[in-house]
């Protein structure tokens, strides 16, 4: 099983970026997925988290700027980021809940980097 993160970059504060990561692997059933962001030099933190039946919830500081939404068919989970501000700057990982071909686990992907700077 892998998960595979982009759509990272620099965005000028106000800005917006749409991050993806699709899972790939053997699979059987994806449950909950979920966006965490680390920062220089700070612990990494949850973002958002969609479950299997489409709830979802954000860490106070991006709601109403971001919106998580998953692809079931595609195996696939979007970030999408609005309203950018200088502190949104972090590596942002994609992590998954994976009923694979042998175990149920978390599985997480390898990080893509969000600038927000003028």
């Known amino acids: 099983v892998q998960l595979q993160a982009s759509g990272g970059g620099l965005v000028q504060p106000g800005g917006s970026l749409r991050l993806s990561c699709a899972v790939s692997?053997?699979?059987?059933?994806?449950?909950?997925m979920h966006w965490y962001r680390q920062a220089p030099g700070k612990q990494r933190e949850l973002v958002a988290s969609?479950?299997?039946?489409?709830?979802?919830k954000y860490v106070d500081s991006v709601k109403g700027r971001f919106t998580i939404s998953r692809d079931n068919a595609n195996n696939t989970v979007y970030l999408q980021m609005n309203s950018l501000k200088p502190e949104d700057t972090a590596v942002y990982y994609c992590?998954?809940?994976?009923?694979?071909?042998?175990?149920?686990?978390?599985?997480w992907g390898q990080g893509t980097l969000v600038t927000v700077s003028s």
């Open positions: 992590n998954a809940d994976i009923w694979s071909q042998l175990s149920r686990r978390g599985y």
């Open positions: 692997g053997r699979i059987r059933s994806i449950y909950g």
């Open positions: 969609i479950s299997g039946a489409g709830t979802k």
